[in-house]
Nanobody, 116 residues
Framework: QVQLEESGGGLVQAGGSLRLSCTAS????????MGWYRQAPGKQRELVAA???????NYGSSVTGRFTISRGNTENTVYLQMNSLRPEDTALYYC??????????WGQGTQVTVSS
């Protein structure tokens, strides 16, 4: 079993920035990809950004050019740098991990609220 711990969420004004962190821990496992998803009230959960073990990245269309996903200096850590935040970015942000055996793991979520 893998545990994901998220941090960095909070309240920020439009145009501001936040940096989310996610660290995976637990029993031995191999990571295929890690990423961030978000869900706002009344909306489906959507991909924000993901990065594979090979360094390939994917971004949701609404965040391209504003958000950057990166791998940490330590193993099993990813960051999401969120710039030029908009009120519509307000959501619960979840860290996700996919193992090399295609098992999925999810964090508890961290709230991001962007005020106008």
């Amino acid at each position: 079993q893998v545990q994901l711990e998220e941090s960095g969420g909070g309240l920020v004004q439009a145009g501001g920035s936040l940096r989310l962190s996610c660290t995976a821990s637990g029993s031995t496992f191999s990571i295929a990809a890690m990423g961030w998803y978000r869900q706002a009230p009344g909306k489906q959960r959507e991909l924000v950004a993901a990065i594979s073990k090979f360094g390939q990245t994917n971004y949701g269309s609404s965040v391209t050019g504003r958000f950057t996903i990166s791998r940490g200096n330590t193993e099993n850590t990813v960051y999401l740098q969120m710039n030029s935040l908009r009120p519509e970015d307000t959501a619960l942000y979840y860290c996700a991990l996919m193992s090399d055996t295609l098992d999925d793991y999810w964090g508890q979520g961290t709230q991001v609220t962007v005020s106008s």
